[in-house]
C-alpha cells in the first residue's frame, strides 16, 4: 500500500485543509454550545464536510510515515500501533458526529450532554499549536512575525472562549434577560460579551455589563485576575517581537551608534568617519551586517564546510583555476578562506611588504601598482586572484595592491596555501606558471 511521506506535498496540502477545518470548528463549537442553535440549514452540509474532512484526516495518519530518531518507519503495523498510541483518541473522538447521530434526541429536549458531548471537536484544537509550529518551521517567513501572528490568533481564540464562557455562565445570554433585548438576538448577545471580555481582560473594565448570578460572578473575578496577567506577558510580549523582527537592522544599528559615538569623542576626522560610515553602509548593503566568518566559524566542520561551499559558490564559480578542480582542493581552500572588505583607493598591501596571504577577488576590482601608486601595471577584477608570488618565492611583494571600489575578497593564509600546493601538484604548476608570466609582464612595463 502506498504510503504517505510526512514531508511530502500531499501531506501539506491536507495539513492545511485541517487546519482550517479545526479552526472554523473551534470557533462554531463554543457558539453552538453556548447559543444552542439548531443544526439546520447551511450548517447540516458544513457539519458534514467538517466531519469528513477530520474521518479522513484519521485514515491519512493511518497512512502517513511516522519518523523514529530521523529514520522513516514504513511498516503499516508499526505506524497504526505507534498512532493508536498517540492522537488517534483525540483525532477519533473529535471526528464523531454527535449532533448529527443525536439530532432525534437533541430535539426531544434532553440534549443537555448533546451539547457537552460537543466540546470533543474542540480537542483537535491541542494538535493546532503542534501543526503550526510544523508550518513554520518550513516556511520562510521571519518568524519574528510568525510568532507575532500565533500571539494575535491566540489572544482571538482565547477571547472567543472566554466571550462563550460568559454566555453560557449567564444561561444563554451576555448579559441580565431583563434588559432592553430579546434572548434570542444571539449576534448581539455574542457581541457584548466580546465586549464584556475586552474590557475585563485589558483591565479597562467599564463595569456597565456586570454578572447577574453567582456563577458568572465568580467567573468574572478569575478573568479579571486572567486579564491582568496576561496583559502584562501580552504587551511585553509584542515589544519583544518587534524588535525582533529585524534583530540583524536592530544589531547593525546599535553597533553604527556606538562608533559614531566614539569616533565624535575620540574627534576622529570628519573624512575619516565619513569613510567609516561608507565602509558600514557597503557592509550593510552587500552582507545584512553579518559576519559570516564569525558565525560559520562556530560550527562542526561537517556542517561548516557544507555552508561554506553554498555561501562560497558564486565565487568558486568565478574563478577559473577552482572549475575543474576536484572536490578535495576547493573543500581545503573554502574551509579556509576569509572574507575581508577593502574600501575604494585603500592599499591591500604594498611593494616591498612580507607577504602571509593571497587573495581572491569575489566582487569589485583592484589595481596592481607601482610602490607610490602611480603606475599601473594591471587591473584584476572579480574570478582572479594576487599575492600569490610573494608566498610562492618567499620573496616580498612585487607590487603594491589598490581597491578600486569596494572590493570584497577572501584571503587564503601562507601555511593553508603552502599545504595545498604540496598536496595539489596540478594547482602548484598553475601557479608557478602564472607567477612566472605576472613578473615577466612587470618587467616589461617598468623597461
Ligand atoms: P605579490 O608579489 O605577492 O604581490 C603583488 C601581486 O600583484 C603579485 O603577487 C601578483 O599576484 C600581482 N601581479 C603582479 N604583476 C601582475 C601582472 N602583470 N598582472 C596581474 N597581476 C600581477
Known amino acids: 500500500m502506498a504510503l504517505i511521506h510526512p514531508d511530502g506535498k500531499f501531506r501539506q496540502r491536507w495539513d492545511f485543509v485541517v487546519i482550517v477545518a479545526t479552526v472554523v470548528s473551534s470557533v462554531e463549537i463554543p457558539l453552538r454550545i453556548t447559543l444552542n442553535y439548531p443544526l439546520k440549514g447551511w450548517l447540516v452540509p458544513y457539519d458534514y464536510v467538517v466531519t469528513l474532512i477530520f474521518l479522513a484526516d484519521v485514515v491519512v495518519n493511518f497512512l502517513t510515515q511516522q519518523y523514529d530518531k530521523k529514520k522513516l518507519i514504513s511498516d503499516p503495523k508499526v505506524i497504526a500501533g505507534r498512532y493508536l498510541r498517540?492522537?488517534?483518541?483525540?483525532?477519533?473522538?473529535?471526528?464523531?458526529?454527535?449532533?448529527?447521530?443525536?439530532?432525534?434526541?437533541?430535539?426531544?429536549?434532553?440534549?443537555?450532554?448533546?451539547?457537552?458531548?460537543?466540546?470533543?471537536?474542540?480537542?483537535?484544537?491541542?494538535?493546532?499549536?503542534?501543526?503550526?509550529?510544523?508550518?513554520?518551521?518550513?516556511?520562510?517567513?521571519?518568524?519574528?512575525?510568525?510568532?507575532?501572528?500565533?500571539?494575535?490568533?491566540?489572544?482571538?481564540?482565547?477571547?472567543?472562549?472566554?466571550?462563550?464562557?460568559?454566555?453560557?455562565f449567564g444561561s444563554g445570554n451576555a448579559v441580565n434577560t431583563n434588559t432592553d433585548y430579546a434572548p434570542t438576538d444571539n449576534l448581539r448577545n455574542y457581541v457584548r460579551a466580546l465586549y464584556w471580555v475586552t474590557t475585563t481582560l485589558?483591565?479597562?473594565?467599564?463595569?456597565?455589563?456586570?454578572?447577574?448570578?453567582?456563577?458568572?460572578?465568580?467567573?468574572?473575578?478569575?478573568?479579571?485576575?486572567?486579564?491582568?496577567?496576561?496583559?502584562?506577558?501580552?504587551?511585553?510580549?509584542?515589544?519583544?517581537?518587534?524588535?525582533?523582527?529585524?534583530?540583524?537592522k536592530s544589531q547593525f544599528r546599535e553597533r553604527m551608534e556606538k562608533i559614531e559615538t566614539f569616533m565624535r569623542y575620540k574627534a576622529v576626522p570628519p573624512e575619516t568617519q565619513d569613510r567609516v560610515r561608507e565602509y558600514y553602509n557597503y557592509l550593510w548593503e552587500s552582507r545584512r551586517g553579518y559576519d559570516e566568518f564569525s558565525i560559520v566559524n562556530d560550527f562542526p566542520t561537517p556542517l561548516r564546510t557544507e555552508i561554506l561551499l553554498f555561501l562560497n559558490r558564486s565565487m568558486i564559480e568565478k574563478v577559473p583555476i577552482f572549475k575543474g578542480a576536484t572536490p578535495d582542493f576547493v573543500r581545503e581552500i573554502v574551509l579556509n578562506l576569509k572574507p575581508v572588505v577593502f574600501s575604494p583607493s585603500e592599499f591591500v598591501f604594498r611593494k616591498g611588504d612580507i607577504g602571509y596571504n593571497m587573495y581572491f577577488i569575489s566582487?569589485?576590482?583592484?589595481?596592481?601598482?607601482?610602490?607610490?601608486?602611480?603606475?599601473?601595471?594591471a587591473t584584476l577584477r572579480e574570478g582572479n586572484f594576487f599575492g600569490e608570488i610573494a608566498l610562492l618565492l618567499s620573496m616580498p611583494r612585487t607590487a603594491s595592491i589598490r581597491a578600486i571600489e569596494f572590493t570584497d575578497l577572501y584571503e587564503l593564509d601562507k601555511d593553508t596555501f603552502d599545504r595545498v600546493l604540496g598536496r595539489f601538484p596540478d594547482f602548484e604548476k598553475h601557479m608557478r606558471e602564472l607567477a612566472r608570466q605576472r613578473q615577466e609582464e612587470m618587467q616589461k612595463d617598468k623597461k
Open 363 to 377: 566582487r569589485g576590482g583592484v589595481e596592481v601598482t607601482s610602490e607610490d601608486g602611480k603606475t599601473i601595471y
Open 86 to 168: 498517540g492522537w488517534f483518541v483525540v483525532d477519533f473522538l473529535s471526528a464523531v458526529p454527535f449532533d448529527l447521530l443525536f439530532s432525534g434526541v437533541a430535539a426531544a429536549g434532553s440534549n443537555r450532554i448533546l451539547r457537552l458531548l460537543r466540546i470533543t471537536r474542540l480537542l483537535r484544537l491541542t494538535r493546532l499549536a503542534a501543526f503550526l509550529s510544523k508550518w513554520g518551521r518550513g516556511s520562510s517567513i521571519n518568524p519574528a512575525i510568525l510568532r507575532m501572528f500565533y500571539l494575535v490568533f491566540w489572544i482571538l481564540m482565547t477571547s472567543h472562549f472566554v466571550a462563550c464562557l460568559w454566555i453560557y
Open 202 to 248: 485589558t483591565t479597562i473594565g467599564y463595569g456597565d455589563i456586570t454578572p447577574v448570578n453567582n456563577r458568572q460572578t465568580v467567573f468574572t473575578m478569575i478573568i479579571q485576575l486572567m486579564g491582568a496577567g496576561m496583559y502584562g506577558f501580552v504587551i511585553g510580549n509584542i515589544a519583544n517581537l518587534i524588535a525582533n523582527i529585524d534583530i540583524a
